[in-house]
T-cell receptor, first 115, second 113 residues
C-alpha cells in the first residue's frame, strides 16, 4: 500500500493568498483526520471525517479554514486568506473505524510557510 | 475531556543505555493508547498501541510500553537505544479505536555516542 499521500510537501505563499492542501487516504479506510503541528501548540486535531461526512470540526481555528471530502479517496484543507500564523506542518491521517485494532496512519505532512 | 501529559520535554541518553519515556493520560473510560515516533522532517510512525488485554505491549524497533490503570500511565521503554532512535516521541489517547486522538506535547530524545 502506498500509505497516506499528501501534496504538496512544501508550500510557501504570501499573506492573503489561498492555500489548498490535499490528501489521499489509504484505500479502504473510512475515516480521515487533519492535524496541525506547531512549536507552540504541538499536534492538534483540526477536523475529522467518517465516511466522507465531517464529524467534528471543533478544532478548525476560524472561518478562514475549510475542509472537504468529496469522495472516499480525496480530501482538501483550504485556508483563505492565509496569514503568517497559519505557518505549520499539516498532517493528514486515515483509519478504518469499526475494527478493534484499527489505527491512524499519518501522511508525511505539508510544511506551510506564509510570508 | 481527554488529555495527555508527557512530563519530559527533552531526554538525552547514551547509545546502548536504556530509555524510558513517561506518559500520563486523563480519560474517563477505558482508553485506547498509542505511541508514535517522528523523525526530523517526517510524519508520525506508530510504535505500538494498547486497546485491551495484556498490559505490557510490544512494538516495533524493540520498544515496549506498559499500561498501568492505577497510575493512569503508559510509559514507553527500550532496553538499549541506538543512534537511530533519536527522534521525537508522542503519546496519544483516543476515545475509541480509530477515533480522534489527543496527543501529548512530545519528548525529544537525543542519543549521545
Amino acid at each position: 500500500d502506498a500509505g497516506v499521500i499528501q501534496s504538496p510537501r512544501h508550500e510557501v505563499t504570501e499573506m492573503g493568498q489561498e492555500v489548498t492542501l490535499r490528501c489521499k487516504p489509504i484505500s479502504g479506510h473510512n475515516s480521515l483526520f487533519w492535524y496541525r503541528q506547531t512549536m507552540m501548540r504541538g499536534l492538534e486535531l483540526l477536523i475529522y471525517f467518517n465516511n466522507n461526512v465531517p464529524i467534528d470540526d471543533s478544532g478548525m481555528p476560524e472561518d478562514r479554514f475549510s475542509a472537504k471530502m468529496p469522495n472516499a479517496s480525496f480530501s482538501t484543507l483550504k485556508i483563505q486568506p492565509s496569514e503568517p500564523r497559519d505557518s505549520a506542518v499539516y498532517f493528514c491521517a486515515s483509519s478504518l473505524v469499526g475494527r478493534a485494532t484499527d489505527t491512524q496512519y499519518f501522511g508525511p505532512g505539508t510544511r506551510l510557510t506564509v510570508l | 475531556a481527554q488529555s495527555v501529559t508527557q512530563p519530559d520535554i527533552h531526554i538525552t541518553v547514551s547509545e546502548g543505555a536504556s530509555l524510558e519515556l513517561r506518559c500520563n493520560y486523563s480519560y474517563g473510560a477505558t482508553p485506547y493508547l498509542f505511541w508514535y515516533v517522528q523523525s526530523p522532517g517526517q510524519g508520525l510512525q506508530l510504535l505500538l498501541k494498547y486497546f485491551s488485554g495484556d498490559t505490557l505491549v510490544q512494538g516495533i524497533k524493540g520498544f515496549e510500553a506498559e499500561f498501568k490503570r492505577s497510575q493512569s500511565s503508559f510509559n514507553l521503554r527500550k532496553p538499549s537505544v541506538h543512534w537511530s532512535d533519536a527522534a521525537e516521541y508522542f503519546c496519544a489517547v483516543g476515545a475509541a479505536a480509530g477515533n480522534k486522538l489527543t496527543f501529548g506535547g512530545g519528548t525529544r530524545v537525543l542519543v549521545k555516542p
